[in-house]
């Protein structure tokens, strides 16, 4: 028997360019069999996994006499995600703070001291595995941490135009001072539109020189500490004592307050997957972050090409609750498969809706993928390189102090006319390392080396993530390649070049995007092919192009000075010229730009 969709909400369903059987069998909640006799009454043989094109599947809907029209999915570009507009019932929500810095500079530590002393009570020892985001209570108000996403995450999340995180504390040792790793930290808080909050830790080591990193952090890398009438918050704190912890959740909290971060608690719950895996006994584990409204065990969720039912929700600590409001990091299971990190999660009233609109991602994105043909990582690339044309991003290595250091000092005095910053990313001394290859990846940055080595097994991992490296023995040949790289960088002058005028005496024809008139030269040549200035009471009216010169009625291919003659002018708009209108002639080349 065939099935209806008397019980189906939708009347309008969307379908891309092409389908297969099975999912328009899905789409119209009819089964497949009913749908391959359909095609095969058309003289269509199908079997469920091949695909139909549109306008065949619209001719089997009204064949079928459904009460349903289906539409064609135009192309969406730019985030898959749909913004959520505040409603102005929207409510106050916890800040949602990640943690970054360079590696060793005490981001776990940090993160383990806030746990340990702030988690509400009997919740800090419910922590048994590792989860991706905790909430901390801090004078009666929640504050959610992330555990420190990996660049990639944030990449990620970026290209669904999600905004995660509100604030990144950024985490540098107060020993150790300003690394590659906090510079690409204090970069990725930018992009991500995130608020930052500066910690110096270690502030109990005997060697630690906090004022050592705000220097550097206000010279460098434009974070000015309140203290010296900027607007970054600094804290000095330390992870192993506990120092100042309670101030820097507290200075979190004011950027809180001064963001006026809200949610809406009373719609539909909808978030981001933060975690997914699976675990023997309990399938798909899956970690939330609830953004808005209220999650709750049993409800039906969609994320990207996955869907489920919740089975369990499970608080951070791994407390079975009741609902998850703004804000809150939760996992649950009861995901069929795994939805992908960045994912948005929405809930649907039915398992059928669940079904169908996981079908309808899924197209989306098998067509995306095939339209654009670019990967993820492509994208990323695209971005990095766009940023290259303002940036030229280095990383320099050399083999001794003294030799990096007059590197640095020479490539920062080469003179880029204000066209091209230059961008030291990271810098150090020894061989080129992994480490140096996977910021540059990231970066999107050359790799400069001087009297070093790169290793046999760096080298191929350069190779692998298209990352240049450049070594040098000789410091000028150095500068003069950096040098040629920025001028390539540079777009290129637009110079114009006066070649004649000429004074109108007279308009004969004016079409919507031309104009015949007569003139007399008054300086120059002029031939066809050049632009020219309208002027009229010295204010330029517009541009026009010269299509024909004329002179006693016969095409010429030039006029001179003090030649009476005719013309053709191009117009983008109608151009309504007068008698005594001037135009100035010139001619436009685009010139390559060279760095002294
Ligand atoms: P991460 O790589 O940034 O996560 O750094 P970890 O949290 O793993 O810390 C790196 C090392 O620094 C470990 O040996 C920590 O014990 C140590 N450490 C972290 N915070 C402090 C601190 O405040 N004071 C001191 N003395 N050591 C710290």
Excluded at 43 to 65: M, P, S, Y
């Amino acid at each position: 028997m065939a099935d209806t969709i008397a019980d189906s909400p939708e009347k309008i369903i969307q379908v891309a360019g092409s389908i297969t059987v099975g999912e328009l069998a899905e789409l119209l909640n009819l089964s497949v069999t009913t749908l391959i006799g359909e095609l095969f009454k058309n003289g269509i043989i199908a079997t469920i996994n091949q695909k139909i094109d549109f306008e065949t599947a619209t001719i089997i809907v009204e064949e079928l006499g459904l009460d349903v029209t289906l539409e064609k999915k135009e192309v969406a570009t730019g985030p898959v995600r749909e913004e959520h507009k505040l409603s102005d019932k929207a409510v106050e929500r916890p800040p949602i703070v990640a943690v970054m810095g360079h590696v060793d500079h005490g981001k776990t530590s940090l993160l383990d001291a806030i746990l340990e002393t702030k988690t509400v009570e009997g919740e800090a020892g419910g922590i048994t595995q590792h989860i991706s985001a905790y909430q901390v209570t801090k004078n009666n108000r929640k504050i959610t941490l992330l555990d420190t996403p990996g660049h990639e995450a944030f990449a990620a999340l970026r290209q669904h135009g999600a905004t995660l995180t509100d604030v990144v504390i950024i985490v540098v040792a107060a020993d150790d001072g300003v690394k590659p790793q906090t510079v690409e930290a204090i970069r990725f808080a930018r992009e991500a539109n995130a608020k930052i909050v500066v910690a110096i830790n270690k502030m109990d080591k005997e060697t630690a020189n906090p004022q050592l990193v705000k220097t550097q952090l206000a010279t460098e890398h434009g974070l000015n500490p309140e203290e010296w009438g900027g607007d970054t918050i600094m804290v000095e704190v330390s992870a192993k004592t506990g120092q100042n912890l309670d101030k820097l959740l507290e200075s979190v909290l004011l950027i809180a307050d001064l963001e006026e971060l809200k949610a809406d608690e009373h719609v539909p719950a909808e978030g981001l997957v933060i975690e997914a895996h699976t675990e023997t006994g309990r399938g798909s584990v899956v970690g939330l972050l609830v953004e808005h409204g209220k999650l709750h065990p049993g409800q039906y969720l969609v994320a990207g090409t996955s869907y489920g039912k919740v089975r369990t929700l499970l608080d951070f600590a791994g407390k079975a609750i009741k609902e998850a409001g703004p804000s809150t990091p939760v996992t649950v299971t009861g995901f069929k498969d795994l939805p992908q990190f960045g994912d948005q999660f929405n809930i649907v009233k039915s398992e059928k809706e669940a079904r169908q609109a996981t079908v309808a991602n899924r197209l989306e994105r098998e067509r995306e993928a095939a339209e654009t043909n670019v990967t993820s990582a492509d994208i990323l690339k695209l971005m990095s390189q766009k940023q290259e044309a303002a940036d030229f991003n280095v990383i320099v290595k050399a083999d001794v102090q003294g030799s990096l250091t007059s590197v640095i000092d020479s490539l920062r005095l080469i003179d880029t006319q204000g066209a091209v910053s230059l961008r030291i990313v990271g810098s150090g001394v020894g061989n080129i390392s992994e480490n140096d290859v996977h910021l540059a990846a990231t970066e999107g940055t050359v790799i400069y080396g001087f009297n070093v080595e790169l290793p046999p097994a760096v080298k191929r991992q350069a190779a692998r993530d298209k990352v240049e490296v450049r070594l040098y023995k000789v410091i000028y040949e150095l500068l003069d390649n950096a040098k040629e790289s920025m001028e390539a960088l540079i777009a290129p002058e637009v110079v114009e070049t006066e070649v004649g005028a000429l004074t109108i005496k007279g308009i004969f024809r004016t079409l919507k995007d031309e104009v015949i008139c007569g003139g007399e030269v008054t300086s120059g040549k002029i031939t066809p092919g050049l632009t020219a200035r309208v002027i009229r009471g010295g204010e330029q009216l517009a541009e026009v192009e010269v299509t024909k010169v004329q002179r006693n009625q016969s095409e010429v291919k030039d006029v001179h000075e003090g030649d009476m003659c005719g013309l053709s002018l191009k117009t983008s708009k109608k151009l309504i010229l007068e008698i005594d209108d001037k135009l100035e002639f010139f001619s436009r080349e685009l010139v390559k730009r060279t760095l002294k």
